[in-house]
């Protein structure tokens, strides 16, 4: 009885460690319908750096109650009619708010792209910010925590508007569209509705002015393929197609704004829906249509992306995902302010854009609270697993003696046997990973230090920096595998290493450029 006891008592703590171990210039939008109350920020207050911040929280109520001031844009009005605009997007970006600091090219996070967007907007006095969704990730206490700082970010770099994909809108059963609804830039969908209900559940579209003078209307909406049938069957919501829900709509705009843009949270094909509809001056579709990327060169962040037509729109295929990159559409307007041409391109947020500040503290902030999160999950399950032990009779002195052997013995082991190697690594980058981790306060985020310790996610292995820290850093046992046996009978033939045991760690998206011989020419051993 005690033995099986022990056995179940094994099985559990080794599933619950891996479920543990998860995977510029302010400008004046004009928003025809009454916003909803916003709450008040929580966020650490922007640096004088970024004082359009300032000014946008101290704004004062709009004289007319159907006309609020927004965000984007930037620069100064222009005396005459714009003849161009920009705009600049994201989508997709699945949970990652931050760069991966421990690759050279690794791309992508908020903080470098703050940097990028004050670049920009003093240039350009006619820019619009657009969040396309799918902004969060997985579900979880992290995905949670990240979902938090992304409404956050999203406040920050002033976004203009969000449309949410199926990410926030619950595909996974949770739901993280409340978590932006407190936020000034408001959530568009015009195409999701209670079931039986006439109006739509979030804001139909928004009319963004920019500084320049540009009435830019822009519609949301999210397609009935990435949402159905969970969302009526989760949330009593259904989702119903852009050709009956766009035509009155854009009737409605059209004698208000100079252009209409539809943002569509799906994949648009020649046939689809959309291709029915009239009035779209662009079409800006953000759901992942593909899983290739566009990759700039070595000696520039910039690449070129395609542009489309749909009907009489032009169709701009989001290209970003994993938030490695911004899109910038430059639009040239002809008479009548139409749409003349259109110059698509992606800015990959590389280590060119310092991250800023103001986005590094909601990071720490962040930080923290993974840190407490991990601390308290394990504490609350040791008190757990020892209440189920001491129900059973059995002894936890003993009991915890046992569980404390691992099968992991650590470098400093190996040493005693292989002192050349043991000199390679220890002048190796492998040696020193958690001090990586530790610069950006990240050495309990369960999403790094997979490949920044030993044995993470399997059993005897490191389960976080307070309760195993001997097993920080990635030793020779992260390649080798567990070594305790072998350091009790040493034999010939342990631990096998191929490039598929680097490349576990070194994928292509976290160092796309790994080069294997080159790599291990530096450690070769």
């Known amino acids: 009885m005690r033995f099986s006891a022990l056995v179940i008592l094994a099985l559990a703590a080794t599933l619950l460690s891996l479920a543990a171990q998860p995977n510029g210039s302010s400008s004046k939008n004009i928003i025809h319908r009454a916003p909803a109350k916003q709450s008040a920020r929580s966020q650490p207050a922007a640096p004088p750096k970024h004082p359009e911040l300032a000014q946008q929280r101290t704004a004062k109520p709009p004289e007319h109650p159907e006309l609020v001031e927004g965000r984007d844009g930037g620069g100064k009005p222009g005396k005459h009619a714009p003849t161009s605009f920009v705009l600049l997007y994201t989508a997709s970006a699945d949970g990652q708010i931050r760069s991966c600091n421990c690759t050279k090219f690794r791309f992508g996070g908020y903080g470098r792209e703050l940097t990028l967007l004050d670049s920009i907007r003093p240039k350009v006095p006619d820019c619009l910010l657009i969040?396309?969704?799918?902004?969060?990730?997985?579900?979880?206490?992290?995905?949670?925590?990240?979902?938090?700082?992304?409404?956050?970010?999203?406040?920050?770099?002033?976004?203009?508007?969000?449309?949410?994909?199926?990410?926030?809108?619950?595909?996974?059963?949770?739901?993280?569209?409340?978590?932006?609804?407190?936020?000034?830039?408001?959530?568009?969908?015009?195409?999701?509705?209670?079931?039986?209900?006439?109006?739509?559940?979030?804001?139909?579209?928004?009319?963004?002015?920019?500084?320049?003078?540009?009435?830019?209307?822009?519609?949301?909406?999210?397609?009935?393929?990435?949402?159905?049938?969970?969302?009526?069957?989760?949330?009593?919501?259904?989702?119903?197609?852009?050709?009956?829900?766009?035509?009155?709509?854009?009737?409605?705009?059209?004698p208000k704004a100079d252009l209409v843009v539809v943002v569509y949270h799906g994949i648009v094909t020649p046939t689809s829906d959309l291709a029915r509809v009239s009035g779209i001056d662009l079409i800006l579709a953000t759901h992942r249509h593909n899983q290739d990327r566009l990759f700039p060169s070595k000696e520039s962040n910039i690449v070129s992306a395609p542009v489309g037509k749909l009907g009489s729109a032009v169709l701009i295929n989001s290209e970003t995902s994993t938030n490695w990159c911004l899109g910038r559409v430059d639009v040239q307007l002809g008479p009548?302010?139409?749409?003349?041409?259109?110059?698509?391109?992606?800015?990959?947020?590389?280590?060119?854009?310092?991250?800023?500040?103001?986005?590094?503290?909601?990071?720490?902030?962040?930080n923290e609270d993974v840190k407490n999160a991990v601390?308290?999950?394990?504490?609350?399950?040791?008190?757990?697993?020892?209440?189920?032990?001491?129900?059973?009779?059995?002894?936890?002195?003993?009991?915890?003696?046992?569980?404390?052997?691992?099968?992991?013995?650590?470098?400093?082991?190996?040493?005693?046997?292989?002192?050349?190697?043991?000199?390679?690594?220890?002048?190796?980058?492998?040696?020193?990973?958690?001090?990586?981790?530790?610069?950006?306060?990240?050495?309990?985020?369960?999403?790094?230090?997979?490949?920044?310790?030993?044995?993470?996610?399997?059993?005897?292995?490191?389960?976080?920096?307070?309760?195993t820290p001997e097993l920080g850093n990635v030793q020779c046992e992260a390649c080798h595998g567990p070594a305790a046996d072998h350091v009790a009978a040493p034999a010939k033939g342990f631990g096998k290493v191929t490039e598929e045991t680097c490349r576990s760690c070194h994928t292509d998206e976290r160092t796309p450029d790994f080069d294997y011989a080159a790599a291990w020419a530096k450690i070769m051993h």
């Open 375 to 467: 601390i308290a999950s394990s504490a609350a399950f040791k008190k757990q697993a020892e209440a189920m032990l001491t129900k059973r009779g059995l002894n936890l002195v003993q009991m915890r003696q046992r569980l404390r052997k691992s099968t992991y013995a650590t470098s400093a082991k190996c040493a005693d046997c292989h002192s050349e190697i043991s000199a390679i690594y220890a002048d190796s980058r492998h040696a020193h990973a958690m001090a990586t981790l530790e610069k950006t306060h990240q050495e309990f985020d369960p999403e790094c230090i997979r490949c920044h310790t030993t044995g993470s996610m399997t059993r005897g292995g490191f389960t976080n920096a307070k309760d």
């Open 131 to 254: 969040e396309g969704g799918d902004v969060c990730g997985d579900t979880g206490f992290q995905a949670e925590l990240k979902a938090k700082v992304s409404a956050q970010a999203l406040d920050l770099l002033g976004y203009g508007l969000i449309v949410p994909g199926e990410k926030e809108l619950g595909v996974r059963g949770v739901r993280y569209t409340d978590q932006f609804k407190t936020k000034t830039a408001p959530l568009l969908c015009a195409n999701v509705f209670g079931a039986g209900e006439s109006k739509p559940r979030f804001r139909p579209y928004i009319i963004l002015k920019t500084s320049g003078g540009l009435r830019v209307a822009v519609i949301g909406l999210v397609a009935r393929s990435v949402c159905e049938p969970w969302l009526q069957t989760s949330f009593g919501e259904v989702v119903k197609e852009p050709s009956h829900v766009l035509p009155p709509i854009i009737k409605q705009l059209r």
């Open 336 to 366: 009548g302010k139409k749409i003349k041409s259109a110059k698509h391109e992606l800015f990959y947020l590389d280590r060119s854009y310092e991250e800023a500040p103001a986005m590094v503290k909601i990071y720490d902030i962040y």
